[in-house]
């Protein structure tokens, strides 16, 4: 069966362009948005296995919609020359891979590939586009599929009839209609004014169609919605007719045309060898060489060594310095899962070596220990926890590849070896998914199997060193590695292993006393909903009750009926007192199973503690995450959660548990990075922020601030941070928009600096592409520039956010390192156990309390020089929960 993809070469090369750091050539040409469409076009080749391809192209500005509206695409910046340069590699790449390609002059590439499924279509063809661009949404038919791509082009969210039904609520071609009353920023297509996604969606739900709602603008609720309407009629005709996609183009080519034959290898290595992609060769040979009936071939065999009980001295001359190692373990959770065996490679060199072999191999064990023989590693946290469980030390980790891979790209979530190893080294790595399965069907290989996946592993390591070396440097982030992230995953490493006391006896008693809270709250709601007992975590069952029975409004509509999530209950809670047993119940019962019975079944067989996970590589603003369990999102709002703290105690008797906490980081950060003179003189005179906010934007003395305006002042200072609208303002604070944005404009008055700031950072994220925090570390924003207002908004917001959140993040891994190295130091007993958020615990026997209360605020507050002061409290007691 035929199978056509389409793709849109401008969408693709942008979104790729934006998705990876900028990489060139040793002459310096610009390679990112190159390797990107490479990758997808793999893909694609890989997984959809196509029969006919082709890549549409614009031909130019100039389009013949420009003759109906002048001003179509006006509002578009332009593009970068770092991109404009990448478009003749892309279509030379196209040529090596044998994969067809069109432009038309005075059409889009829209039309183009709108004129090609339409023939496609009619043949009945399996058809596929691949573009970021959802106008294509029109073209969707019983053949013909859309594929957005999301995460830069590594991930696509596929679009059939049904997928838009249960999306929109639209047939396809309505996305047309869609476009036409909301417009588009990005193309300049103005639309009707005051009409975003919702109002239209709203409309066409009801009228069908733009022609229907101008037709029935008298029945349209909303007298402001209706004067828009009929004043805008012209404009909504127009913006109608500029989203249609044309589908009968002068394109004079058939589909049979974009037959694809498969791809010559020698000219893809000679293209990428012109592009420096080092080690594409092997990957064509290993994954793509083509048979003469255009299939893949049998890969290339894997050359590597299996070392045995009787050939360890044979190999030891062979460890040598450095060298790339992966340990192979049967498990995520490296604190639990067994060790199947040792990768190690260098140049000429690749070992496999199994699990029952190394534990005995004393040579090599003794290497492992050496810090003078430097290891390059995938993960260095994990081995050497995982290791530590076994005996066996390791030192001399020179290079993590997965912490280099996440600071050069920390919105990509797939930081695997065979991601990694794909992009930087152009090496496949077979994924553990396609050697072991997954879920219940997971099992260990044959040896034969499991020996060339794990050599693979380590001789992958060993191609990708040197590329994300000098990645690394030119995007000025080799000191974020070797002094802060490398560092901080050897902290991380003690503390993993070292654990935290969990008191099971105590934990249980806290599970019997909410099992006494929940049976009185379902008693109560019982009687609230009229005697009658039922399902309360049943929302099909709760929402019978709360919507017909007690007739409460129903706020919001889901596919199996009214909505009862948390936000729809908070909004109802004034109607009714039902509506707060259930929060409480709901809140309560996420507390027993989550909490309480999580946090037993993790208490360690062999310790008595739970040795979480502390994850370095997962936030994009570089904060650190724990798993198994999550120690960090324990709520502490309600008491019966503070309370869960009560369980974490001193491994050691008479010790105490001490926890210091950096006081409003983020806004000291802010008043550092904008340079706001108000905020930089009120944390220096060591005034209450929130106090002197509300002095400052109500124009009053300080004992004239009365509670509710130091509120206010606190609600916009957090939400100045997150890019705050009045809109969110005005639902935190209870208060109305006018009275919100008022606010927010008399702030920015007070706070011109942090204004000016955040203009300015938005503007330079537009230009680059990504911010960074003060210690250079990046995040990239692929949205930035999107045609979609909410995608667009939301990176404008984080542009705002991440250098002060991601820099507060920055800090306290300082603080940790330097905190560990001054323990070691002073050859104190007192151990770190845990970081939540913006706090360090500590475990303290009672001698070394005094020093450890001066110490640790003083090594936190030095952390990282500011031009404002940082403030730690520091608080102590027999448990986590008494040192809060």
Known sequence: MSHFVLIDGNSVANRA????????????????????????????????????????????????????????????????????????????LLDAFAIKRFELEG?????????????????????????????????????????????????????????????????????????GLMGDSSDNIPGVPGVGEKTALKLLHEYGSVEEVLANVDRVSGK??????????????????????????????????????????????????KMEFKSLLSKIKVTQDMSENGEASEATPFAFEIVTEETTEKYTDKLTTPMAVYIEMDGDNYHHAPILGFGIAAEGTTLYVPWDVAKEWKALGSWLADASKEKWVFDGKRDTVGLAWHELPVAGIGFDVYLASYLLNATESNHTLDSIASQYAQVRVRPDEDVYGKGAKRLVPETDVLSEHVAHKAAAIWQSVQVLREQLVENEMGSLLNDLEAPLSMVLALME?????????????????????????????????????????????????????????????????????????????????????????????????????????????????????YNQATTATGRLSSTDPNLQNIPIRMEEGRKIREAFTPSEDGWYMLAADYSQIELRILAHIS???NLIDAFRKGMDIHTRTAMDVFGVSEEDVTSLMRRQAKAVNFGIVYGISDYGLSQNLNITRKEAADFIERYFDVFAGVKQWMEEIVKEAKQDGYVTTLLHRRRYLPDIRSSNFNLRSFAERTAMN??????????IKLAMIR???????????????????????????????????????????SALALNVPLKVDVNYGRSWYEAK
Do not use: C
């Open 224 to 273: 402001k919605l209706q004067e828009n309407l009929r004043e805008n009629v012209d404009k909504a005709n127009m913006s109608k007719a500029l989203a249609t996609i044309l589908r009968e183009a002068p394109v004079e080519l058939d589909v049979q045309q974009t037959e694809f034959p498969g791809y010559d290898g020698l000219a893809l290595s000679d293209f990428f060898k």
């Open 819 to 861: 905190m560990q190295e001054a323990l070691v130091e002073k050859g104190l007993a007192s151990r770190m156990l845990l970081q939540v958020h913006d706090e360090l615990v500590f475990e303290v026997p009672e001698d070394e309390l005094e020093i450890m209360q001066k110490l640790v605020p003083e090594v936190m507050e």
């Open 675 to 677: 340079g706001d003179e």
């Open 107 to 179: 059409y889009e590439a829209d039309d183009i590939i709108g004129t090609l499924t339409k023939e496609a279509d009619q043949k009945e063809w399996k058809t596929t586009v691949i573009t970021g661009d959802k106008d294509m949404l029109q073209l969707v038919s019983d053949h013909v599929s859309v594929a957005l791509t999301r995460k830069g082009v590594s991930e696509i969210e596929l679009y059939t009839p049904e997928e838009i039904q249960e999306k929109y609520g639209l047939k396809p071609l309505q996305i047309i209609d869609l476009k």
């Open 802 to 811: 991440t250098p002060i959140q991601g820099t507060a993040a920055d800090v």
């Open 497 to 613: 292993k070292q654990g935290i006391k969990v008191n099971r006896e105590r934990l249980e008693q806290m599970g019997e006393e909410l099992d006494s809270k929940l049976a009185d709250l379902t008693t109560q709601i019982y009687e609230l909903a009229g005697g009658e007992p039922f399902n309360i975590n049943s929302p099909k069952q709760l929402g019978e009750i709360l919507f017909d029975r007690l007739a409460l409004p129903v706020l919001k509509k889901t596919k199996t009926g009214p909505s009862t999530s948390a936000d729809v209950l908070e909004k109802l809670a004034p109607y009714h007192p039902i509506i707060d047993a259930i929060l409480t119940f709901r809140q309560l019962g996420k507390l027993r199973s989550t909490y309480i019975e999580g946090l037993t079944k993790e208490i360690h067989t062999k310790t008595s503690k739970v040795h979480t996970l």
């Open 17 to 92: 362009f934006y998705a990876l750091p900028l990489l060139s050539t040793s002459a310096g040409l610009h390679t990112n948005a190159v390797l990107g469409f490479t990758t997808m076009l793999l893909k694609v080749l890989e997984e959809m296995k196509p029969t006919h391809i082709m890549v549409a192209f614009d031909a130019g500005k100039v389009v013949f919609r420009h003759t109906e509206y002048a001003e179509y695409k006006g509002g578009r910046s332009k593009t970068p020359p770092e991109l404009s340069e990448q478009f003749p590699l892309i279509r030379e």
